[in-house]
């Protein structure tokens, strides 16, 4: 017999990486209005799994037998629900379904392993409806295509599971009213559903690199499941646009750096500060790659333009010798492309090290919308950073107090608490 | 649009002796079959029968533990489709797999009643 936490383990990573594309297999054969039962069907498989495991053993290929259990079951409720109006047969795949003559071929060939990863992606275009909002959208691709508990997404979210079984009801009603089909968009349409796709992905990669949360695990789930998402979509050829490698790349370049920006309390280490030795070489050279292949055609995305600013900085030897005059040219285009008030503010910083504190603040007083730039806390941040350096640490010190007020993140408070007393004393 | 039946008689005898692997392209052939006629919406329905049945007789009194006809006369299985004519119902059955099972198959047209 195995051992329980051999099985455990497996069952886990086996789970993460196919239940979401069981699902959608699932949903493809039931149909949108019945996602309930496609995953009610791989929680099934999953508990048969698990306890046919432990009595016999590992299978020699887990996943081949996870995907049989599911096939089976799947069956199982064709034959039951063939008479009932829970399942729409009129389409004439599925009217396939309704025969024993061509039950069982049928159900083989939705299980293919090339419509495997086309219904995948098709589902995860769907869940990237505009319509549904990014919150929602992001809640159910983690429940639904990640393989994560209710309690794990609301850990992500920081909320409740009630507020999350509320969002994943919301969802899926809309999939049933609007009869959603999944399906991988049209050439002509794969950029405009792409960018959804993508910005979702990068929310979701966000929400885990950024440091709002206090549980590293979380955190590491949500990125490494961003990674997981983009990857795919750079998998099939449809998808596999230079947007696309730009995010991918991007990503690797952030990731690579994640174990140098916390100390081991978790409190946030600067990027001038961070130990370089300590920053992933392997996630840098795929990073790159990734850029390299994100440079076909005539396509410039934001995406681009933050990872060639993420490589300069990984690949620079210390903060001294970044190039920030090449830098500063990346952040010029990307305002060019979209101007984004954080954007801006972050080229500021660019021209303190490239030119002082006096350009920088010039540069920062020339905003006119000065009220908008009020409520953001890297506004503040930035002003007293400035002040400091200025050596005017009275007037640094109330732009940091007023940082503090305005970010919700425990880490960054920190920080800018330990800066203050730092400049006070 | 009219709706037939299609009776699929016999081919039990080489259906049992067949590997699995035969058996496998046979109803793939099947799939692709019926899977024209559904993308042309001409398939309603049908489906493969057991061996084993009862049959009733004198007015129901009567059972006996076995389907009426047995042997090539053995029903196997139905299918209902919808054709325009009865030719053209013909034409459409003779592309039906079972034959590659030496099976006979009976084209008749539903009734309307009344």
């Known amino acids: ?425 | 649009m009219k709706e037939f039946l299609m009776l699929i008689r016999g081919g039990q005898e080489k259906y049992n002796s067949v590997s699995p692997e035969d058996m496998q392209k046979h109803m793939e052939h099947w799939q692709e079959w019926m899977g024209k006629l559904a993308q042309e919406e001409k398939l309603v329905g049908g489906q493969p029968l057991m061996n084993e049945g009862n049959t009733m007789t004198e007015g129901g009194k009567k059972v006996i533990d076995r389907p009426f006809a047995e042997g090539k006369e053995l029903v196997g299985g139905y299918l209902l489709i919808k054709a325009d004519s009865l030719d053209q119902a013909t034409e459409i059955a003779k592309g039906c797999p079972s034959f590659e099972y030496d099976c006979s198959v009976e084209v008749r047209e539903i009734a309307p009643m009344g």
Not at chain 1, 42 to 69: C, H, I
Not at chain 1, 188 to 198: A, G, N, Q, S, Y
Not at chain 1, 323 to 335: A, C, F, H, Q, V
Not at chain 1, 340 to 367: H, M, Q, T
Request: glycine residues 2%; hydrophobic residues 40%.
């Open chain 1, 1 to 425: 017999m195995e051992s329980q936490d051999h099985i455990d383990n497996t069952l886990n990573h086996l789970f993460r990486q196919e239940s979401g594309k069981m699902v959608a297999v699932l949903i493809k054969i039931f149909g949108t209005e019945n996602i309930a039962i496609a995953e009610d069907v791989v929680q099934d498989a999953l508990v048969s799994a698990l306890e046919t495991w432990k009595f016999r053993g590992m299978p020699d290929n887990p996943k081949a037998w996870l995907y049989r259990a599911a096939k089976n079951k799947a069956i199982d409720i064709i034959r039951r629900k063939k008479h009932s109006k829970t399942i729409d047969f009129s389409d004439p795949e599925r009217k396939l379904l309704t025969s024993e003559y061509t039950l069982t071929s049928t159900m083989d060939s939705f299980w293919k392993e090339q419509h495997i990863q086309d219904d995948f992606l098709a589902m995860m275009y769907a869940c990237c409806h505009p319509d549904i909002s990014s919150e929602n959208q992001i809640t159910f691709i983690l429940k639904s295509l990640c393989g994560f508990s209710t309690k794990e997404v609301a850990k992500s979210f920081l909320t409740s599971e009630d507020t999350i079984s509320k969002r994943l009801y919301r969802t899926k009603e809309y999939f049933r009213k609007h009869k959603i089909r999944p399906r991988i968009p049209f050439l002509e349409e794969i950029e405009t559903k792409t960018e959804v796709v993508l910005s979702t992905i990068y929310l979701m990669f966000n929400e885990g690199y950024n440091s709002t949360h206090d549980d590293q695990l979380i955190r590491k789930d949500l990125i490494s499941q961003a990674l997981w998402l983009c990857k795919s979509l750079l998998d099939s050829k449809r998808t596999r646009l230079p947007q696309v490698y730009a995010l991918m790349s991007l990503m690797c370049f952030h990731t690579a750096r994640i174990e140098s920006r916390t100390t081991k309390d978790g409190n946030l280490i600067l990027l001038s500060d961070q130990d370089r030795k300590i920053w992933d070489i392997e996630l840098i050279k795929l990073g790159s790659k990734y850029l390299n292949q994100a440079a076909f055609g005539d396509t410039l995305t934001t995406y681009h333009v933050e990872a060639a600013i993420a490589y300069q900085h990984c690949t620079a030897s210390s903060y001294e010798t970044t190039n920030w005059k090449e830098i500063l040219k990346y952040y010029d285009l990307l305002l060019n492309i979209n101007y984004d008030p954080i954007v801006f503010l972050n080229r500021c910083l660019v021209i303190l090290e490239l030119k002082g504190p006096s350009e920088a603040l010039d540069v920062i007083e020339k905003i006119n919308d000065h009220k908008v730039m009020n409520r953001y806390y890297l506004y503040h941040a930035i002003m007293g950073k400035i002040y400091e350096r200025l050596i005017q640490p009275n007037v640094a010190v109330e732009y940091y107090q007023q940082a503090l007020k305005l970010t919700q993140s425990k880490i960054e408070k920190h920080f800018l608490k330990q800066k203050i007393a730092r400049i006070l004393n």
